[in-house]
């Protein structure tokens, strides 16, 4: 079984990837996306519990759940909390990707196990695999998909942005680039090369 770990900036289509590569190969492929795993946290009573804690009870909305949108805005207010809130997560996070991947490995059916990582290059992920996955596009494509999809305002959704490693300098350290700057048809052509590639075969 081979690992690759999909990374990017925030709306440069990670997921759209992930969910074209499900249908395109005809090998059985695994996918642990961290974004979905962090939601999913912030659901549990643990977590909520840890949380409220560091932020206090203004992150929490009425039925005692974390209000997502307050949390953000207190995170990316405060670099100090941001990491804060980083140390509660990311070790639950990774501690999951690596379940799931043991069980990927354990399965003589999967061929390709794929971590769906956003913050590698600025965080790290200790799991072992053998490429990286960048999935690229403009920054004016970032700010534009992301504006349209999230009620962010314009400052707001540049801050998230401005906060990740560039694009750009993510592109230099990727062992593999997916432009997405286009057509979804586009990615799925690099996707098919790339299946190729690793001698795993297409639909």
């Known amino acids: 079984m081979r690992t690759l770990i999909v990374t990017g900036g925030i709306a440069t289509g990670k997921s759209a990837f992930c969910r074209a590569l499900l249908r395109i190969s005809a090998a059985e492929v695994r996918i ?23 932020f206090g009870a203004i992150v929490l ?49 999967v061929s390709l196990f794929v971590a769906d990582v956003p913050l590698f290059y600025e965080n790290g992920f200790p799991i072992e695999y053998d490429k990286t996955v960048v999935v690229a ?15 962010l305002d314009r400052r707001t959704a ?17 062992d593999i680039v997916m432009w997405n700057g286009g057509e979804l048809s586009s990615m799925e052509r690099q996707i098919e090369y790339l299946l190729k590639w690793m001698e795993l075969p297409s639909n």
């Not at 974390?66 to 501690?95: C, M, Q, T, Y």
């Not at 403009?138 to 999230?150: E, F, G, I, W």
């Not at 942005?161 to 592109?171: E, S, T, W």
């Open 32 to 54: 642990f996306d961290c974004d979905q795993c962090v939601h999913a946290l912030l659901t549990t009573e643990s977590i909520i519990a840890r949380v409220a804690e560091v």
């Open 61 to 109: 909305d009425q039925r005692g759940q974390i209000d997502r949108s307050k949390l953000r805005d207190s995170a990316f207010s405060d670099a100090s909390l941001k990491s804060l809130l980083e140390g509660i997560i990311h070790p639950e996070v990774r501690r999951f990707c690596r379940s799931a991947r043991n069980e990927a490995l354990a399965s003589s059916d």
């Open 137 to 151: 596009t403009t920054r004016a494509t970032q700010l534009k998909r992301l504006l349209h999809r999230s009620p």
């Open 158 to 174: 540049e801050h998230i942005i401005d906060a990740q490693l560039p694009i750009g300098r993510k592109v230099e350290l990727a």
